[in-house]
């Protein structure tokens, strides 16, 4: 099977502009989840959607956002950007909702300047 | 929410030796404890996992154990090899949770030859 996969892989933008990033689960995973990570606090929870339905969102201002399609894949976007998302924005798949095992893609490296 | 506690933050052993990263969780609801090992350039990748119900589980020369009282989990890894190295994280959630992974803020783990 396939891993999951994300693009752009990297990506530079400037400040004010908006990003959007995509993930594709592994085949037949019905669960997605994005983290964001950084040198300074890690690796931090997103949101995570089921179904083309968000079930849980982490402590992220409202500029960051996200949706799934009926395949399952998903995308999330960033609006307004500042220097601080410079980040890698990493994607997780599972097959259930109950947050069973989660499988990394390789991330998509967004530098803002 | 849940406080994941990490360490060392880096750890070098000689080759052929055992290495043990330790982690403590604060809520004592968390039932999931993943650990990734992290290389350069890619995202996360799923080496082990253990649930609430579990003390200790083993893959090859890899093997986590979770004391629920204490709450705290540990990897061990014995006859480290040169591939070993790497950033390790551990992890807690509760299954079905309203959150998703918290992370610990990760163990760099250097292999001496």
């Known amino acids: 099977k396939a891993g999951v996969t994300q693009t752009p892989r990297y990506l530079i933008k400037t400040r004010g502009q908006q990003v959007t990033l995509s993930c594709s689960p592994i085949s037949g995973h019905r669960s997605v989840s994005w983290y964001q990570q950084t040198p300074g606090q890690g690796l931090q929870f997103l949101f995570e959607?089921?179904?083309?339905?968000?079930?849980n969102k982490g402590n992220f201002p409202g500029r960051f956002s996200g949706r799934q399609f009926s395949n399952s894949r998903s995308e999330m976007n960033v609006s307004t950007l500042e220097l601080g998302d410079s980040a890698l924005y990493l994607c997780?798949?599972?097959?259930?909702?109950?947050?069973?095992?989660?499988?990394f893609g390789p991330g998509t490296r967004l530098l803002v300047l | 929410g849940e406080n994941v506690e990490q360490h060392p933050s880096t750890l070098s052993v000689q080759e052929g030796d055992s290495a043990v990263i330790k982690c403590t969780y604060s809520?004592?609801?968390?039932?999931?404890f993943p650990w990734y090992k992290q290389e350069l350039g890619k995202g996360p990748q799923l080496i082990i996992d253990i649930r609430s119900n579990v003390g200790e589980k083993k893959d090859q020369r890899i093997a986590v154990t979770l004391n629920k009282t204490a709450k705290h989990f540990s990897l061990h890894i014995t006859e480290t090899q040169p591939e070993d190295s790497a950033v390790y994280f551990c992890?807690?959630?509760?299954?079905?949770?309203?959150?998703?992974?918290?992370f610990g803020k990760g163990t760099h783990l250097i292999i001496q030859p």
């Open positions: 992890a807690a959630s509760i299954q079905g949770g309203a959150d998703g992974l918290t």
């Open positions: 809520d004592s609801a968390s039932n999931y």
């Open positions: 997780a798949s599972s097959f259930g909702q109950d947050q069973e095992t989660q499988y």
């Open positions: 959607y089921f179904s083309e339905t968000q079930r």
